[in-house]
């Protein structure tokens, strides 16, 4: 199931205003000072008495960030787990959804790659599961491109972006722009993809094309 709804608002601002990470940053969503002013941040009320109730547990949906502002590896252990059950869903689920349909998937898609992003260096992952999320990740966003080989619908009107030039009106639909969300964050998520710069300039343009 999708993570953090709110985390759709964070990939939006990512995508407007950055074409790549900042430079020393640890995560695509902060830099070293800002992850340390919200390190200290957790400290002080009102955040403090949430981030309290997260640590009686595994973080829950929280645990990426948790994780991200801790450095407990319970928490990305739980963010481990969640990207694993996305990604089996959209293994499972993208080469069958038909034109609009295969939109709903970029939801699991941000929420793979955020946490991803955010625990990537905590240990949890070997070698083998690393790659498994960033070739299931790679495939998916494929699809998104309107490049999925192994669609149901191969060979047909198969659209992942459902914008067929007669249907313009489709440019600003929602699940069109949670499509862009998921490409553009592949694209940051992963620099050193060699088509990561092909990925970032289509986003820009296509964010381009939305707001026109």
Do not use: C
Not at 165 to 187: C, F, K, P, Q, S
């Amino acid at each position: 199931m999708p993570r953090l709804a709110s985390w759709f608002l964070v990939s939006l601002l990512l995508t407007l205003l950055s074409a790549h990470p900042s430079s020393g940053a640890e995560t695509i969503l902060l830099t070293p000072p800002e992850l340390a002013r919200a390190k200290a941040n957790l400290a002080k009320a009102p955040l403090r008495e949430y981030a309290e109730r997260l640590a009686k547990g595994d973080g829950g949906d929280a645990a990426p960030i948790m994780y991200l502002l801790t450095g407990e590896r319970k928490y990305a252990e739980r963010a481990k787990r969640d990207i694993f059950e996305d990604l089996e869903y959209l293994r499972a689920k993208v080469p069958y959804m038909v034109n609009i349909w295969i939109l709903r998937s970029p939801f699991n898609t941000v929420s793979a790659l955020l946490a991803w992003d955010m625990t990537k260096d905590s240990g949890v992952y070997s070698e083998a599961e690393a790659r498994e999320i960033h070739e299931t990740l790679a495939w998916v966003t494929e699809h998104y491109l309107n490049r999925g080989k192994d669609h149901l619908g191969a060979g047909f009107l198969y659209q992942t972006d459902y914008l067929p030039e007669d249907m313009e009106d489709w440019t600003i639909a929602n699940m069109n722009v949670h499509r862009l969300l998921a490409v553009g964050l592949y694209g940051l998520v992963y620099p050193d993809d060699p088509r990561s710069k092909e990925i970032l300039t289509y986003t820009d343009r296509y964010i381009e094309r939305i707001l026109s």
